[in-house]
């Protein structure tokens, strides 16, 4: 499969910059004033605006205008359904981490299931309901895109 193609190739170069993934997990976490996103990853102020535009314009982020008394107005940044839609990535990215990277206290967060606690894994399933191992996965090219390629 040529490398323009492929799904995962055109994902990274959408959100696999240095910083753009924990930018989007903070927005997660709900830090969405500039001010507050600086401070909590240490970042710097050229680099997060640069980031916080090639979100905004990959329609990841949406920019919010507010003001606070005497001061001109500012943007907070929330994540759309589209960068939502990155949460189960991040979640996957957090897995690793914990299973591979975790430093001699642990895995520094949880993830726990709001209704009764559980701990949250990431399963894969088919459409039919059941779970897959990710070893009985077979990547096929899609018919449709293999019919379009011969024309």
Request: aromatic share 4%; hydrophobic share 45%.
């Amino acid at each position: 499969m040529p490398h323009g193609e492929c799904s995962i190739a055109r994902t990274m170069a959408l959100v696999g910059a240095p910083w753009t993934l924990v930018v989007v997990r903070d927005l997660m976490l709900g830090v969405r004033r500039f001010d507050d996103l600086v401070a909590h990853l240490g970042i710097a102020r050229n680099v997060l605006a640069h980031r916080l535009d090639e979100l905004v314009a990959a329609g990841l982020v949406e920019a919010v205008p507010y003001r606070e008394e005497g001061r001109r107005p500012r943007r907070e940044y929330r994540l759309t359904a589209r960068g939502a839609d990155l949460r189960p990535v991040l979640f996957a990215l957090l897995a690793f981490g914990d299973a591979h990277l975790a430093d001699a206290g642990g895995p520094p967060v949880r993830l726990a299931h709001r209704d009764c606690g559980g701990e949250v894994r990431l399963t894969a399933g088919c459409e039919h309901g059941h779970e897959v191992a990710l070893d009985d996965v077979r990547v096929t090219v899609a018919a449709d895109r293999d019919a379009a390629r011969q024309r």
